[in-house]
């Protein structure tokens, strides 16, 4: 992606491409921890890093996702089609995925802590960002990737 970003180029300019570029070096830092932390066994902080790795290994798949989210909550405020730049896609640069990993910091927080009230809201923020992804899914599936398959 790095390559096909900078060399090749690719749609979004500079913003979208550093982000994209972050989210690589993210990719290649939490690897290598995910690695070391087995090998220590560590496998509580192994199984962590693990998870933010492949929550990184997964931002395109956020971005086009939550990018279609928007344009149906929005009508794609904040996004010129044709230049594919923006405010809306330089927050989600960086959005797709400090967004995630945010969440699964919250999930582990939720993890150490014992206080049911606690529990519960951060079950509830899950659940509403859960509920979100669902119909981005859906979005992107029945806007992009049907009309792909189908012709």
């Known amino acids: 992606g790095v ?65 279609f989210l928007w344009i149906l909550l929005t009508g794609g405020a904040g996004v010129d089609f044709e230049t594919f730049t923006g405010p809306f896609v330089t927050f989600w640069a960086y959005g797709q995925f400090i967004i995630p990993l945010l969440l699964a910091e919250l999930y582990f927080q939720g993890l150490k802590n014992i206080k049911p009230s606690t529990q519960y809201v951060i079950s509830g923020v899950l659940l509403g960002v859960t509920l979100l992804m669902l119909i981005g899914i859906l979005v992107v599936t029945v806007g992009a990737w049907i009309p792909r398959v189908v012709g």
């Open 3 to 67: 390559y096909m970003t900078w060399v090749r180029g690719s749609a979004g300019g500079p913003i979208l491409g550093m982000g994209n570029t972050l989210a690589g070096v993210l990719i290649l830092l939490f690897s290598i921890w995910a690695v070391r932390t087995a090998r220590q066994k560590q496998f509580q902080q192994h199984q962590r890093w693990a998870l933010r790795l492949f929550l990184v290994c997964n931002v395109t798949w956020f971005f086009r996702v939550g990018m």
